[in-house]
């Protein structure tokens, strides 16, 4: 990473431009999959997807809507590149912690071609940074798909009750088991630790649950390691959605509003089953 002092730029001459009034917008995003070191940046009109994958068991995608920002600049359909994750945040949250109602700094993005380093310059008070962090070529990095037409239960929840099921869970456990089936107890998260078995049930009638669709029981079981990281994105959520398909492949979504309210944004943990856990 390097920083200079140069404080105007001329947009035409970059593959890539962005703006946005909320810096924090963009970095508490970023902290909802920062659970490994080099992400895959996607960019397209639409706006950013962030990816970071662990051992082809579980990928974390953080999607940026482009209105989120107040500009947004793409001269060709897509622009792809790796980036260490951990010098990008430490470079949006330069000046230190935000509030929610404190100052935050704004943000301009700059990315001259994909082998370019990506540049952001922040201001905040009257003072600013400009960062150049370089960038790899994005590589052979696996996409794990989730198509709706594979998806064979659905149950979308405000994230609170969630929220409070995580806390009660042992998670000393080595795996969440997760059982959905259309009759009672339709939705069951099981942990099997020192605290002995816990189990935790949702009515699909509950006022916390806007939608329950199952059209097989099943019984998974997923790492704890796994799962564990997209904790973070659910204590920012207002809802989560979990699917799962016919392997058991699970897909957990949480949406995540910015701090005007005015923005919606997601992230998505797509985890596969563990096998011999659920032999075991």
Same mark, same amino acid.
């Given at each position: =990473?390097?920083?200079?002092?140069?404080?105007?730029?001329? *947009?035409?001459?970059?593959?890539?431009?962005?703006?946005?009034?909320?810096?924090?917008?963009?970095?508490?995003?970023?902290?909802?999959?920062?659970?490994?070191?080099?992400?895959?940046?996607?960019?397209?009109?639409?706006?950013?997807?962030?990816?970071?994958?662990? %051992? !082809?068991?579980?990928?974390?995608?953080?999607?940026?809507?482009? &209105?989120?920002?107040?500009?947004?600049?793409?001269?060709?359909?897509?622009? %792809?590149?790796?980036?260490?994750?951990?010098?990008?945040?430490?470079?949006?949250?330069?000046?230190?912690?935000?509030?929610?109602?404190?100052?935050?700094?704004?943000?301009?993005?700059?990315?001259?071609?994909?082998?370019?380093?990506?540049?952001?310059?922040?201001?905040?008070?009257?003072?600013?940074?400009?960062?150049?962090?370089?960038?790899?070529?994005?590589?052979?990095?696996?996409? @794990?798909? #989730?198509?709706?037409?594979?998806?064979? +239960?659905?149950?979308? =929840?405000? %994230?609170?009750?969630?929220?409070?099921?995580?806390?009660?869970?042992?998670?000393?456990?080595?795996?969440?088991? $997760?059982?959905?089936?259309?009759?009672?107890? #339709?939705? *069951?998260?099981?942990?099997?630790?020192?605290?002995?078995?816990?189990?935790?049930? @949702? /009515?699909? &009638?509950?006022? $916390?649950?806007?939608? @329950?669709?199952? /059209?097989? /029981?099943?019984? +998974? *079981?997923? !790492?704890?390691?796994?799962?564990?990281?997209?904790?973070?994105?659910?204590?920012?959520?207002?809802? #989560?959605?979990? *699917?799962?398909?016919?392997?058991?492949?699970? %897909?957990?979504?949480?949406?995540?509003?910015?701090?005007?309210?005015?923005?919606?944004? #997601?992230?998505?943990?797509?985890?596969?089953?563990?096998?011999?856990?659920?032999?075991?």
């Amino acid at each position: =990473m390097e920083q200079s002092s140069q404080t105007t730029r001329n *947009r035409d001459n970059y593959l890539f431009f962005a703006a946005v009034d909320n810096a924090r917008n963009i970095s508490q995003m970023l902290k909802t999959v920062n659970f490994k070191e080099m992400a895959l940046v996607v960019i397209t009109p639409n706006g950013f997807k962030v990816s970071v994958t662990d %051992s !082809k068991c579980i990928q974390a995608a953080a999607f940026i809507q482009a &209105d989120l920002f107040s500009e947004f600049h793409l001269k060709e359909e897509s622009l %792809s590149f790796q980036i260490n994750l951990n010098v990008l945040l430490d470079c949006l949250t330069i000046f230190g912690p935000s509030t929610t109602s404190g100052p935050h700094p704004t943000l301009n993005m700059f990315c001259e071609s994909p082998a370019s380093p990506l540049i952001l310059m922040l201001v905040e008070g009257g003072v600013v940074t400009d960062c150049r962090i370089n960038t790899l070529d994005p590589g052979d990095n696996p996409d @794990f798909e #989730f198509p709706p037409e594979s998806v064979v +239960n659905k149950v979308i =929840m405000k %994230s609170e009750a969630l929220k409070d099921a995580w806390n009660d869970l042992d998670f000393t456990s080595e795996s969440l088991e $997760i059982s959905i089936s259309p009759d009672k107890p #339709f939705l *069951r998260l099981s942990t099997h630790g020192l605290a002995g078995t816990i189990k935790i049930d @949702f /009515s699909k &009638d509950a006022d $916390i649950m806007e939608c @329950f669709n199952c /059209s097989v /029981s099943q019984v +998974n *079981r997923y !790492k704890v390691s796994l799962l564990k990281p997209s904790y973070r994105a659910l204590t920012q959520s207002d809802k #989560f959605s979990l *699917r799962t398909d016919a392997n058991g492949f699970l %897909s957990l979504q949480y949406l995540i509003t910015s701090d005007d309210k005015n923005h919606a944004c #997601f992230v998505e943990y797509i985890c596969t089953p563990d096998e011999d856990l659920f032999a075991s």
